[in-house]
């Protein structure tokens, strides 16, 4: 377990700012299972996202039991990956080996578009949540691969059964444009289009979560950078977190995202997050 910070000194004046540590896409692979507890065990991790369907699904709960400061939630797909329902039971949205289309924006117009799908989505999601609830893990958060899980039709489910699902804490996405100005640069049609996006969706969800009373971060840092959540990009991030909660999605791995694996065992971010006094947390200390 990352150690804790909360006793950390602060600079004059400054308000207590708590940070949420995520890795979306556990149980991908072995690849992806791996990095993530390294970075728990070694670096400042402290939450992580799992996929229920996907091929190191059984490997990742046999690691998450034996790291139990591990916070772990359900990371919903529905979207790029495979299903809980075979495709007899759900075929308007899977093909007949059970996989989602990998294409996000005819994902999106289908979902919203097509109210015959609305039973067949709740059905999935059930499942997936029946799943995970399986595992005997207790649910730290709930977010969605490609955050599908602030598309209005998925998110109006999610709400309708929030009770019976056991959603207590929630990734509420969204990014700040003009930090992201200040930390990185470059993709700016990517970071525009998705900021824009995630403001909408996040500002209609905020009011549903808080009548709910499900707990959220207040800032999601990660979005617009793409896969590109660096050590350098950390350490200029770091200084500018806002007081109260936020949180930083990432997505290592020992292949593919190594980089991203390698900012969150990175000696030097430790030491700005000691600097800064900055406290790790899970979602479930919301």
């Known amino acids: 377990m990352p150690e804790d910070f909360s006793n950390s000194p602060t600079g004059p004046g400054s308000r207590r700012r708590r940070l949420i540590v995520n890795a979306d896409d556990f149980g991908l692979s072995d690849s992806v299972n791996e990095a993530v507890v390294r970075a728990h065990r070694e670096g400042v991790l402290t939450t992580a996202s799992l996929m229920v369907n996907e091929a190191g699904f059984g490997e990742a709960v046999r690691l998450a039991k034996k790291n139990p400061k591990l916070g772990v939630g359900l990371h919903l797909t529905l979207s790029h990956g495979h299903s809980a329902l075979g ?21 999106g117009m289908k979902y919203f578009f097509g109210r015959n799908l609305r039973g067949e989505l709740r059905a999935e999601i059930h499942a997936q949540f029946e799943k ?14 490609l955050h599908l899980h602030l598309h209005p039709a998925i998110f109006r489910i999610l709400m309708e059964d929030a009770e019976q699902l056991g959603i207590r804490q929630m990734r509420l996405t969204r990014d700040c444009l003009s930090r992201s100005r200040r930390t990185s640069s470059g993709h700016w049609f990517y970071r525009v289009s998705h900021a824009a996006v995630f403001e ?44 109260g909660d936020s949180e930083l999605y990432s997505h290592p791995s020992l292949d593919k995202f190594k980089h991203e694996f390698e900012a969150l065992v990175s000696p030097r971010v430790r030491e700005a997050l000691r600097q800064g006094g900055i406290e790790l947390i899970r979602y479930q200390d919301l």
């Open 87 to 107: 495709p007899e039971r759900i075929p308007g949205l899977v093909d007949g080996r059970g996989e989602f289309s990998r294409n996000p924006v005819g994902v």
């Open 200 to 243: 909408a969706l996040s500002s209609r969800a905020r009011r549903r979560l808080e009548m709910k009373n499900i707990k959220h971060a207040q800032i999601t840092f990660g979005l617009l950078q793409d896969s590109r959540v660096d050590e350098a990009y950390v350490l200029k991030l770091l200084p500018e977190l806002p007081s």
């Open 132 to 145: 995970f609830h399986g595992t005997g893990l207790p649910l730290d958060h709930v977010n969605g691969h």
